[in-house]
């Protein structure tokens, strides 16, 4: 009760200047009563959850994709059936990219190259992280292989890249010999050229 006093006096002079009966007075002391919540809460029932409130925190599940029946094989050429193929390539992919030679990088530029590359897939949703090896290549990891065709497009395009090897496929622009082949004419043009040095001495 002593803890209303200065409640009440001040609502008696509130009262006083305003104009108002006890029963204003009243119902500012019983507001200043505290509502008590008991400890005994076993009978009470939490029922506000809903799904989202239950899910939120774990882990998301990835959604499997729609794969559609595999088409006749029979009227496909080689390269549409290994198309084909690529496209229902659901789980994880790993290949290696071989850089352009005759190109002079250091140890710290391929590093870099790769970073640029890890950025700019992710910016096209591909989910795909390259990682340097050496000088001369860059291996790749991705989550969906499915989403091997558009990385192998982005590699392509990409002046530092020469070819991208996927298990056993060796993907390399229109044109372009293979990576093994130019490796051998460019020993022969120096073999050719030192032969020549010798020839002048």
Known sequence: MKNLWPILIICVSFCAFSGNNLAGILRVAEA????????FLDDVIDDEEDEAWKEWGSKKKDK????????DFSKMSASQIEAEVLKRQTGPAMGFVK???GVSRSREEVPVIAMKWSK?????SIE??????????IMFTMHQGQDIEELKD???????AYELKVGERVFRR????????????????RNNAKDISQDEL
Do not use: C, Y
């Open 32 to 39: 200043a009563k505290r509502v008590v919540v008991p400890d």
């Open 64 to 71: 499997e994709p729609a794969i559609e029946p595999f088409p």
């Open 174 to 189: 229109p044109g372009d010999p293979p990576l093994q082949q130019l490796i051998e004419m460019r020993s022969r043009e």
């Open 99 to 101: 850089l352009r030679l």
């Open 154 to 160: 982005f590699v392509l395009r990409q002046a530092e």
């Open 120 to 124: 700019l897939v992710r910016s096209g």
């Open 128 to 137: 795909a992280k390259f990682m340097a090896v050496d000088v001369n290549t």
